[in-house]
């Protein structure tokens, strides 16, 4: 069945017509395209040639209005580098929880990925900036990649991976628990911005589950319901 789907998808046949972000497909990828138009970060507040992982879910969720981007991406809508919901495991679910709730309880046997975020450190470590924030800790409820089965979906979610890597926190000061995010659609196709293909893409969901599990730090995924 999957087989089929790449198909047509392929063939150019419009069955991914009618989900958002369809018109972005073929854009290239960027890391961090998206800023506050002011150091530290100038990049514009709102772009459509260009998107990472994670601003190509926001501009589609947003729908491309940059007041909705803007509360999707800073909490309370204010635009501040520091007021940005740089993690999505402390910043970016609990202040989008208006319109993502996590249900991967609904197609599986979850666990609890416990994530501390110091941002604090990832400030000092990546950015270079002085910032007073207290690390935090968050249960992160996902589904293991051995208690994916077929999924049987009627719409479109959002969709988190999961990893659990020392060398990240290392690197970057903090630990982190979700390494990239996209959109399932009910027909089994991931759309996401990746980074490997320089572009935002349709992939076959489980084949993209695959070669993921190839490698032991990538865990599972977190499936997330637009509300």
């Not at 972005?24 to 890391?31: D, E, I, R, W």
């Not at 809508?77 to 520091?82: N, R, V, Y």
Request: hydrophobic content about 40%; overall charge neutral; glycine content about 6%.
């Amino acid at each position: 069945m999957r087989a089929v789907l790449m198909l047509l998808l392929l063939a150019g046949c419009a069955v991914n017509s009618d989900l958002p972000g369809q018109s972005f497909l073929g854009a290239k990828y960027l890391s961090s395209p998206l800023g506050e138009g002011v150091p530290p970060d100038a990049d514009p507040t709102i772009r459509f040639d260009a998107f990472d992982c994670t601003t190509f879910v926001e501009t589609v969720l947003a729908n491309g209005d940059i007041e909705k981007l803007n509360k999707i991406r800073y909490k309370n809508g204010k635009i501040d580098f520091l007021n940005r919901n740089h993690f999505i495991e402390t910043d970016w679910l609990k202040n989008n929880s208006d319109i993502v709730e996590n249900v991967s309880r609904n197609f599986g046997k979850t666990a609890i990925r416990t994530v501390v975020i110091n941002k604090q450190s990832w400030f000092k470590t990546v950015h270079n900036i002085d910032a007073d924030f207290m690390p935090e800790t968050v249960k992160l409820e996902y589904l293991p990649y051995k208690n994916l089965g077929d999924l049987e979906l009627n719409k479109m979610y959002v969709v988190l991976f999961v990893a659990d890597n020392q060398k990240n926190r290392d690197k970057i000061g903090t630990d982190i628990g979700v390494v990239h995010m996209g959109f399932l659609l009910p027909n089994g196709i991931l759309r996401h911005a990746s980074s490997a293909q320089g572009m935002v893409v349709d992939v076959d969901f489980y084949d993209y589950v695959n070669q993921r599990q190839k490698t032991k730090t990538n865990i599972g995924i977190v499936i997330l319901e637009i509300k």
